[in-house]
């Protein structure tokens, strides 16, 4: 009986104290509004087929800054640009890593890449190395030919089509590979230019299609650690398949390269990158390993090929749904062009219709319609929410570019809104205007935005310059699919087939 007050004590001490914890340490503001989760799988019932689309609606009943819990994962959606603006700008230092998943894991190289590295000295090193030997403007300017004769090649293909139509995604894959691959690692990805069926182009275009699907999935095994080695939707075994299908392709690049030495190719990011494993290496990230370099190639040659292409093939086929604006595109062009020759980058700055068109199909059709997910390092408030650590972050950039706050008309393909004078006079794509940001915004942008603004501008430019477009298989402008896919990026359900018509002089197919 002597122990009863001592236990009755204890336990009451015990008590005081988790009380007094829980008053200290608790949040002082709520969570955001959302859903509310079911048992074990949470709000990951609520996705749906276009996670995109359904989160967008659900942000228009609980709010542009909402909460979800995804299995055991706390996640908020921006889905407003103030709200963006307050994580990617105000908050920013504390939402630059990104969380754990299957993807990065399994097919990055288990986060060894650019995109889903961990924010600190590594990441940064990688940044640097890109920036500056791919993306800097000096490295823009010096590879500005490479570019445009891969686009005269992809001209001159799709001048000798003949009747059969052409699948415009695939060529413009090619293209872009090609222009990136004689960048990065000194050569041709693909073919010889000729226009003839290139099966290994098929083949990579499907496995980065199919990356781009397998990354679009909301794994159960990420939110649901418990479940994770039961592999419910086979996830992880098809990107652990991929996985070894890229590795090869990249590998036999990096062994072709140190085999060949700098001695016999010009000095490509990939002699740089191998140069950079022997040397001193980077002052604050240390040496580069093998991982590292092809987890590098990786990025470039998947994110950087799958979303320019997707991009011109949604600006052509909104092109060809209104033709006042592609006629009015196409005087533009020819004023400032002729019909003597090809489209140059040096043309770009003076095409302000175009420029407009490309900001309004970003706006319309955002490469990547939910941004790459982010981590909140520490707790933190946001409006008047707590956001507790190890919150997953997604910004739905699709539904802010469509937020009729902002937006008048904002469902309809209209240039006209940033033309000088026009409402969005002076709205650009590069991260300043959270209404409008394909690319994100802060510490982790798209690393090549710079590239892909320029590249999409010159592809859809001379597209539109150097042919007349009929749609394949009897289908009308009126009634072109205009459906989504699901994956991490923006494609079309189906695939845009055109008949085209060379419109300018002969020889200039033939340069």
């Known amino acids: 009986m002597a122990l009863l007050p001592l236990i009755l004590g204890a336990v009451t001490t015990l008590v005081f104290v988790y009380s007094l914890l829980y008053f200290l340490l608790r949040p002082g503001k709520p969570l955001p509004p959302g859903p509310k989760p079911w048992p074990l799988v949470g709000n990951l019932i609520h996705l749906g087929p276009v996670p995109h689309h359904s989160i967008a609606k659900l942000a228009r009943e609980y709010g542009p800054l909402m909460h979800l819990k995804l299995g055991f994962v706390n996640v908020v959606v921006a889905a407003s640009a103030s709200v963006a603006a307050q994580f990617l700008k105000v908050h920013d230092a504390n939402f630059s890593s990104r969380p754990p998943n299957s993807g990065a894991k399994h097919v990055a190289y288990n986060y060894h890449d650019l995109v889903f590295a961990p924010y600190g000295a590594r990441w940064r090193m990688l940044r640097k190395i890109t920036s500056l030997h791919l993306f800097s403007g000096k490295a823009m300017e010096d590879f500005r030919e490479i570019r445009q004769e891969e686009v005269k090649l992809m001209t001159r293909a799709i001048s000798s089509a003949g009747r059969e139509p052409v699948r415009i995604g695939q060529l413009l894959s090619v293209c872009v590979t090609n222009a990136l691959g004689r960048v990065a690692i000194g050569r041709r990805v693909f073919g010889d230019g000729s226009g003839k069926e290139d099966a290994k182009a098929e083949e990579f275009k499907s496995m980065v299609q199919e990356l781009m699907v397998l990354a679009g999935v909301f794994n159960m095994g990420d939110f649901v650690p418990a479940l994770a080695w039961l592999d419910l939707q086979g996830v992880e075994a098809k990107m652990k398949k991929l996985h070894k299908r890229f590795d090869a392709f990249l ?16 000095i490509d990011l990939l002699t740089t990158l191998i140069s950079l494993m022997d040397g001193a290496g980077d002052e604050e ?33 909104e092109l060809i749904r209104h033709p006042d604006i592609l006629s009015r595109v196409r005087d533009e062009l020819d004023t400032v062009v002729g019909r003597d020759r090809l489209v140059s980058e040096l043309d770009l700055p003076g095409l302000t219709y175009l420029q ?87 510490r982790r942008i798209c690393a090549g935005m710079s590239l892909g603004i320029r590249m999409v501008h010159l592809l859809t430019s001379t597209l539109v310059h150097a042919f007349d477009w009929e749609l394949a298989e009897g289908q009308t402008a009126e009634k072109l699919n205009m459906d989504e896919a699901y994956g991490l990026t923006l494609q079309r359900a189906a695939p845009l087939l055109v008949h085209p018509r060379p419109r300018l002089q002969p020889h200039v197919y033939n340069a």
């Open 356 to 442: 407009a068109v490309i900001r309004e199909n970003f706006r319309l059709h955002p490469s990547t319609p939910l941004s790459l997910p982010r981590i909140a390092a520490e707790r933190c408030e946001i409006n008047g929410y707590h956001i507790p650590k190890g919150t997953t972050l997604l910004v739905n950039v699709w539904a802010i570019a469509r937020d009729p706050d902002v937006w008048s008309e904002p469902l309809v393909f209209r240039p006209e809104r940033f033309l000088p004078g026009g409402e969005k006079d002076g709205v650009d794509v590069k991260g300043g205007d959270y209404e409008l940001i394909p690319f994100g915004a802060g």
């Open 251 to 266: 590998s036999a690049i990096v062994e072709e390269h140190k085999v060949a030495g700098s001695e016999e190719r010009h």
């Open 285 to 317: 990230g240390g040496k580069l390993t093998e991982t590292e370099i092809k987890a590098l190639l990786l990025n470039m040659f998947t994110a950087g090929t799958d979303t320019t292409s997707s991009t011109v093939e949604w600006a052509i086929a």
